[in-house]
């Protein structure tokens, strides 16, 4: 059989994405983001996000459809992200990949986002010939996967007990007075400071820690810990360093993220590893993990900013190798689930 044809719609947040895929090869890649419409309220608002959502899918589709110059009657499955993510958003994207399905007679897959996360790593970079292991850092996850086989064989390794990645880069943002979304701004004003200014504390990474957290990062005493330093140099009377405290922090987050998915790969004996998520973007998160790996022996991948943070693609390119092994198609009345495990 050739490579299977799959439109992947995604809608667990705040970008709208449709995505079509042949196999590895992308066809086409339209986002729309509701990001600004959150700037005023310091994250995404859910209610907001779902409304957004509905606007923007069939402007989404069509651009889609235009970009691979071909239409959902062509395609041969329909697949959608139906969790983990807010479940009003989701709902928007699933009810469209239901009706797609039932008005063109296709095949309807619900996906997993976190597995997606990875899968796109394969329209960049090919497809994997081995055991990988995942790094997946966003506003909304943190997760390092152990991944067997991309369409049926994902383990969670590790995850935050509290705040993402990314949540924990606008909070701090928020507390140096940087606009949302925190992390290019932290990312940038980090730049002009010294990571090694504040010794900021590195979550779960003590002895005592060690075996039941291994693989599991907490950034919210990280998070404290930067603002009672920002406190308590306002309480002296003294100017905060805005470029010291982020490249500290920043410093803290990376090395504590490096540093377990390192470990992880190790221990499971994987030499490949996928980070994905809008952290990815985070320059000195690049920077450490390829100095890391590359001194453990594990090559790196990450794929273009556009296709880490939340896209069509990424489900397309999951729904791709679902079909072409054969996977019985999900029912019409395919349910969302906002912790949907992968
Ligand atoms: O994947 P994404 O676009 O959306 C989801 O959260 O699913 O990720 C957005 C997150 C935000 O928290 C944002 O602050 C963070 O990714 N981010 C960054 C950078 N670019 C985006 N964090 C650190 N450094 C960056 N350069
Ligand atoms: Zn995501």
Redesign the pocket.
Known sequence: MSEPLVLGIES????TGVGIVRGTELLAHAVASS?EEHVRFGG?VPEVASRAHLEAMVPTLEQAYAQAGLDVSDVDAIAVTCGPGLSGALLVGVAAAKALAVAHDKPLYGLNHLAAHVAVDQLEHGRFDRRVAALL?????TEILLVDDIASDITMLGTTIDD????A??KV?RLLGLP?????H??RVAREGDGTAIAFPRGLTAAKDAERYRYDFSFSGLKSAVSRHVQHEQRMGRQIDAADVAASF?DAVVDVLTRKTVQACRDHDVDTLVVG???A???R?REMVLARAEAAGIEVRIPRPGL???NGAMVAALGAEVVARGVAPSSLDLPVDSSLPV
């Not at 667990?12 to 970008?15: G, L, M, N, T």
């Not at 949302?180 to 290019?184: E, K, L, T």
Request: aromatic share 6%; hydrophobic share 30%.
């Open positions: 667990s947040c705040d970008e990001v995404v850092v966003s506003g909304g996850h993402a990645a990314g949540e880069f606008d943002a949302y979304p925190g992390g290019p932290i990312d920043q998520g809008g952290v973007a985070n320059g998160l880490c943070t939340d």
